[in-house]
């Protein structure tokens, strides 16, 4: 027979977790709150500050922009999408972390970089995708419309943009003319929407679209601007590419004489192996 006092099993784990004290309970919540917050910005969703005008008025300096990480795993950016990406070696950066900065101030900004509220790193970009692969990009009609694969482009986000009859200049982003790009496989065109000053592929070339981190899609911060990003709509009515698609080349034309010439001899070679069968 068990005595009448015997405490009821895994009472005594409760009495210990009741023993934590409020000054022990803040530490642990905070630990798990960071690594929960370090876990969504590593593989979901990160905020990402906006450190350049090239991207007005669409984002401006100080914006933060919610950015999500994971729609790209199951399909390529489209045209119109805003995208964050690695730039590749030639990029200028647009952001310079201080040389001069404390310590404190290293540690602070480390750990606001360890739950994406922090500054961007120097070879971060965001731009918009105008042309994917097999895509031909130019400038420009009489209204100074961009062309993508013929069809001239109405960019409402387009507030800034330099004179449309101004000359272009190799190796410069300014001049709205440039010369006509073919988009490779595997690789982006992108522009800012600050034409007049956005160091682009015009001037520092396409973009791998495996350096592409995710797709802006909201405003977060401040509060005053928040709103969603505009996206494809400009581009519905282009067509597609002369390579786009899933590593399908181009369709070649068939030609007349030599499919005369080819299929007689593949109808000869199946029908004496049918009757070799039939033989047997």
Not at 173 to 179: K, L, M, N, T, V
Not at 255 to 273: C, F, H, Q, S, Y
Request: charge should be positive; aromatic fraction near 8%.
């Amino acid at each position: 027979m068990e005595p009448a006092n015997r405490p009821a099993p895994g009472g005594s784990q409760r009495r210990q977790r009741r023993k934590l004290k409020l000054w022990q309970e803040i530490p642990l919540l905070l630990v798990i709150a960071l690594g929960v917050a370090f876990l969504v910005q590593t593989f979901l969703f990160r905020a990402y500050y906006i450190p350049s005008s090239s991207m007005e008025d669409t984002l401006v300096r100080g914006d933060r922009v919610l950015v999500n990480k994971v729609v790209y795993h199951f399909g390529d950016p489209e045209r119109g999408d805003v995208v964050v990406f690695k730039g590749p070696s030639n990029w200028t950066p647009e952001f310079s972390a201080d040389p001069n900065a404390s310590f404190f101030s290293k540690v602070g900004s480390g750990l606001s970089d360890l739950v994406g509220l922090g500054t961007p790193g120097e070879k971060d970009f965001i731009k918009r995708v105008i042309g994917v692969p097999g895509d031909r990009v130019s400038c420009c009609d009489v209204k100074g419309r961009i062309f993508v694969n013929g069809t001239p482009i109405d960019e409402p986000y387009v507030t800034k943009n330099a004179n449309k009859d101004s000359p272009k200049t190799p190796g410069q982003c300014g001049p709205r003319q440039f010369d006509e790009v073919v988009v490779e496989p595997g690789m982006l065109f992108v522009m800012g929407d600050n034409r007049f000053v956005s160091q682009d592929s015009r001037c520092r070339g396409l973009v791998p679209i495996e350096n592409v981190i995710g797709r802006a899609g909201t405003v977060v911060w401040p509060i005053s601007r928040w709103d969603s990003i505009s996206e494809s709509d400009p581009f519905q009515s282009v067509p597609t590419g002369q390579t786009q698609g899933l590593g399908v080349g181009p369709v070649l034309p068939v030609d007349p004489a030599g499919l005369a010439i080819v299929a007689p001899v593949w109808l000869a070679r199946r029908n004496t192996a049918r009757s070799r069968r039939l033989r047997a």
